[in-house]
């Protein structure tokens, strides 16, 4: 089956950096992309990974490793706006998006 | 650039009503659109992927004689929830696919909160 695993929630401080882990098992693999959604909105593109390794933009950056079927999203210098939730989206062998639930990310002052 | 425009924002009706949702690409020519929904603190549900001038496919579960799918032009598909009822009330949000290549990102339109009562 297809699967995603990321923590439900975390919670960090403004100014500072954190790491939104997440593992992935899809049927076939054309990459990963990471979308960040605020509450009651659509989805905003960040970042799209199909090469092992870093991508960094701006204050935020994702890694990839195909063959652990892993990445993360590193935010850093944390705001208060980028409280949101955040999407590990794998693309199956079908180029289908295969969405979980996020990572709802709280940022305190 | 990407920009997608999804209209309208809200919609509050009655019950038996048919709801029309407008989403458009503004800055590209969108080959391939995206109609999901969304219930509180669940993930996206992919209903309908459409191509330009060919009919949208389905997902397992979603009738398609209720939610009429119509990808007329590069730029506009339109979503139709007929004879809504309150269990379809929801967060509906289009995204839009441009350049051919599967792997592009897909850009989402700001989603449309229905509210059958």
């Known amino acids: 089956g297809q699967n995603i695993d990321q923590p439900t929630e975390m919670t960090a401080t403004e100014g500072a950096i954190v790491q939104i882990n997440c593992t992935y098992q899809?049927?076939?693999?054309?990459?990963l992309f990471w979308y960040q959604q605020h509450a009651g909105e659509a989805p905003t593109f960040l970042s799209y990974?199909?090469l092992d390794g870093l991508e960094e933009k701006g204050r935020f950056s994702s890694f990839l490793s195909r063959s652990k079927g892993y990445s993360y999203l590193l935010l850093k210098e944390l705001q208060m706006k980028d409280s949101a939730s955040y999407l590990c989206?794998?693309?199956?062998?079908?180029?289908?998006?295969?969405w979980g639930a996020g990572t709802k990310l709280i940022i305190k002052p | 650039g990407a920009v997608v425009s999804q209209h309208p924002s809200w919609v509050i009706c009655k019950s038996g009503t048919s709801v029309k949702i407008e989403c458009r690409s503004l800055?590209?020519?969108?080959?391939?659109m995206f109609w999901y929904r969304q219930f509180p603190k669940q993930s996206l549900m992919l209903m309908a992927t459409?191509?330009?001038?060919?009919?949208?496919?389905?997902e397992q579960g979603v009738e398609k004689d209720k939610f009429l799918i119509n990808h007329a032009s590069l730029t506009l598909s339109t979503l139709t929830v007929t004879s809504a009822h309150p269990e379809d009330s929801s967060f509906y949000i289009c995204?839009?696919?441009?350049?051919?290549?599967?792997?592009?990102?897909?850009?989402f339109g700001d989603g449309t909160r229905l509210s059958i009562l």
């Open positions: 995204s839009a696919r441009g350049g051919g290549r599967e792997f592009q990102p897909q850009h």
């Open positions: 800055d590209f020519q969108a080959t391939t």
């Open positions: 459409s191509n330009e001038g060919s009919k949208a496919t389905y």
């Open positions: 899809t049927s076939g693999f054309n990459g």
């Open positions: 990974n199909v």
């Open positions: 989206v794998p693309l199956d062998s079908n180029y289908q998006l295969i």
